[in-house]
């Protein structure tokens, strides 16, 4: 099934969205629950997934979008879980994810599947 990048940018919305729910609960939580930790990481390989398949129409020129460390994030998560740390984790989380939802504001009222 082929997902439109409305619906990517949906998806990658939805998951940020999460990952702050996350963040709001503090490093000391999220350092004691393996639950917070598995939780954060799907969603950082869902907004990898996502970028990755965005089309080169959605986001032409546009460098601002992470897309090539969303991607490398993704793959380290899924394939070398072994080399991830809770740090890079919780960075990404604290300091990223807000960047992003800002990056994607404008997307939040787009109707998924336009």
């Known amino acids: 099934m082929t997902r439109s990048d409305t619906e990517r940018v949906h998806d990658i919305l939805d998951a940020c969205d999460k ?3 996350i963040a709001a609960l503090g490093r000391a939580e999220y350092d ?3 639950i917070l930790q598995s939780a954060a990481e799907r969603q950082l390989e ?3 997934e996502a970028m990755a398949n965005l ?3 959605f986001f032409g020129d546009d460098d601002k979008l992470p897309i090539r460390q969303a991607k490398g994030l993704r793959s ?3 394939h070398e879980y072994f080399r991830l740390h809770r740090d890079r984790v919780w960075n990404v989380v604290e300091n990223r994810i807000p960047q992003l939802l800002s990056d994607l504001a404008d997307y939040r009222d787009q109707e998924p599947g336009a």
Do not use: A, K, Q, Y
Request: proline residues 0%; negative net charge; charged residues 20%.
């Open 32 to 34: 004691r629950s393996w």
């Open 76 to 78: 380290v998560i899924s």
């Open 55 to 57: 089309s080169t129409d």
């Open 46 to 48: 869902i907004i990898g």
């Open 19 to 21: 990952l702050v729910e």
